[in-house]
């Protein structure tokens, strides 16, 4: 019984990279630069009247709701991903949230942006031990499960 669960956590976990690996494309690198380099909280209209910006966004925005669909699915952990690219999730929503928040109204759609949002809340209210610090701090020295290398 425990080489079964271990061997489904195992598949667990390895789909999630392919997963994670899936939407780690050039396109989506590319897209998170041109997002990062924004402020925080662009008025929606500076994302709209941009085409480069505004194809960032939907890059992003595709590849976030994936990362939450797939956690909420239990297909991927929160923390593993948090791990592989929470960053990226939390400087992107809070440079893109108002943009969403509009298109929802706009759109009379309150699926915009859903589990890109859902995702970002998770990963606030219960981050992958060492986010603060960040790896480079939290883990010196370490690998997982072992106190040190």
């Not at 494309?25 to 998170?32: A, F, G, K, M």
């Not at 925080?40 to 480069?52: F, Q, T, W, Y």
């Not at 994936?66 to 400087?91: F, K, N, P, Q």
């Amino acid at each position: 019984m425990i080489e079964l669960r271990n061997a489904i956590r195992s598949r667990r976990e390895l789909a999630a990279i392919d997963i994670v690996r899936a939407v780690q494309t050039q396109e989506i690198r590319r897209s998170v630069a041109t997002i990062m380099a924004m402020p925080d909280d662009l008025a929606a209209e500076v994302v709209r009247s941009d085409p480069k910006l505004l194809d960032a966004a939907l890059a992003v925005d595709s590849a976030c709701e994936m990362w939450g669909s797939i956690i909420y699915e239990g297909i991927a952990d929160l923390h593993t991903v948090d791990r592989m690219c929470g960053g990226v999730v939390r400087g992107c929503w809070q440079r893109l949230r108002l943009w969403f928040a509009d298109d929802r109204l706009r759109n009379r759609s309150p699926n915009e942006g859903e589990w890109f949002e859902w995702l970002y809340n998770m990963l606030e209210a219960d981050p992958a031990p060492g986010k603060l610090e960040g790896a480079h701090v939290s883990y010196r020295g370490r690998t997982r499960g072992h106190g040190s290398s």
